[in-house]
Nanobody
Framework: QVYLVESGGGLVQAGGSLKLSCRAS????????MNWYRQPPGKQRELVGI???????NYTDSVKGRFTISRDNARNTVYLQMNNLKPEDTGVYYC?????????WGRGTQVTVSS
């Protein structure tokens, strides 16, 4: 069974930082690409960024230079470091992976940025 469990969300003031974690089980984590998505209130879920097995990362334009995705294969964990947070970063943050032709999502963690 594949499980993804996010943690680290919370309430932070604009300009602050948060670091989210997503721990995976049931997959070969070291070879898996991991994605971070977010869903702002009243809006559709959107891709924040991705990290592949080599460590290569890519981000949506709105977070470039502020967010960093990293991974620790020994801990089966992917991280999302978020700096200089803005109110528009508010939302539920999810990690996602694809394993054996199926997509798996975590339950999400809430990030709220106050102005």
């Amino acid at each position: 069974q594949v499980y993804l469990v996010e943690s680290g969300g919370g309430l932070v003031q604009a300009g602050g930082s948060l670091k989210l974690s997503c721990r995976a089980s049931g997959i070969n984590f070291g070879i898996s690409a991991m994605n971070w998505y977010r869903q702002p209130p009243g809006k559709q879920r959107e891709l924040v960024g991705i990290i592949v097995s080599s460590g290569f990362t890519n981000y949506t334009d709105s977070v470039k230079g502020r967010f960093t995705i990293s991974r620790d294969n020994a801990r089966n964990t992917v991280y999302l470091q978020m700096n200089n947070l803005k109110p528009e970063d508010t939302g539920v943050y999810y990690c996602k992976t694809r394993w054996k032709l199926r997509d798996y999502w975590g339950r999400g963690t809430q990030v709220t940025v106050s102005s």
